[in-house]
């Protein structure tokens, strides 16, 4: 079965701080790769996209990607209260159905 | 810009009633269309897609159906519910080109006593 893995946390960190989350997935056919972010009780916003090898930089957040490792992480630098949230890893194949893993609970602390 | 609007934010219903939850995308044609289901501290389950009017594909096999009546609606329908149907309902659309970017409505916390 196709899983998408993540440690449910939760991650604490102290404001200012940079926060790593991690993700592994089994299948190797995957193309693409996303990390959304849920706030309690909200729906997931999607907030990154990476699909090739390397490193990814928008703003404070860097998608990490290693196909040959099967993992893909997200590094947010300079961490806010506000991105107290549980994030999502997900992985796609090509076709429509995108596979989610069960969340990083993130906590930042003021 | 493209809007998702999904209702009710919550509903609480009892075992054996019927359910009918609702989608509609606003500022893009043919989108592709899903359903998603997150039980309790559990990922997004897809419960159904849609590449087109009428065209449904099932996921998972369970007392769900669902129905694109037209272009941007997207209805979520169950006969009769179950206790193991509770759980946050999430429509989603993407573009067609890319199936990849998923883009969420606001979800329904559905509670089945």
């Known amino acids: 079965q196709k899983e998408v893995e993540q440690n449910s946390g939760p991650l604490s ?3 200012g701080a940079i926060a790593s989350l991690n993700c592994t997935y089994s299948d190797r056919g995957s193309q693409s790769f996303f990390w959304y972010r849920q706030y309690s009780g909200k729906s997931p916003e999607l907030i990154m996209s990476i699909y090739s090898n390397g490193d990814k930089e928008d703003g404070r957040f860097t998608a990490q990607l ?21 994030y999502l890893c997900a992985a796609n194949t090509g076709g429509f159905k995108t596979i989610f893993g069960a969340g990083t609970r993130l906590f930042v602390k003021a | ?13 009892p075992v054996g009633s019927p359910l009918s ?25 897809l419960l159904f897609y849609s590449v087109g009017i009428g065209q449904i594909s099932s996921e998972v096999p369970q007392n ?32 067609a080109a890319t199936n990849e970017k998923l883009f969420f409505g606001s979800g329904t916390q559905l509670s089945v006593l």
């Open chain 2, 21 to 45: 939850l609702e989608c509609t995308v606003e500022g893009t044609s043919n989108p592709n269309l899903y359903w998603y289901r997150q039980a309790a501290g559990r990922g997004l389950q």
């Open chain 2, 64 to 95: 769900l159906s669902a129905s694109r009546p037209q272009d941007r609606q997207f209805i979520l329908s169950s006969k009769k519910l179950l206790l193991s149907d509770s759980g946050f309902y999430l429509c989603a659309w993407s573009m």
């Open chain 1, 13 to 15: 960190v102290p404001e």
């Open chain 1, 66 to 86: 290693n196909k040959a490792s099967q993992y893909v992480s997200l590094l947010i630098r300079d961490s806010q209260p506000s991105d107290s949230a549980t």
């Open chain 2, 1 to 13: 810009s493209q809007t998702i609007h999904q209702w009710p934010a919550t509903l609480v219903q």
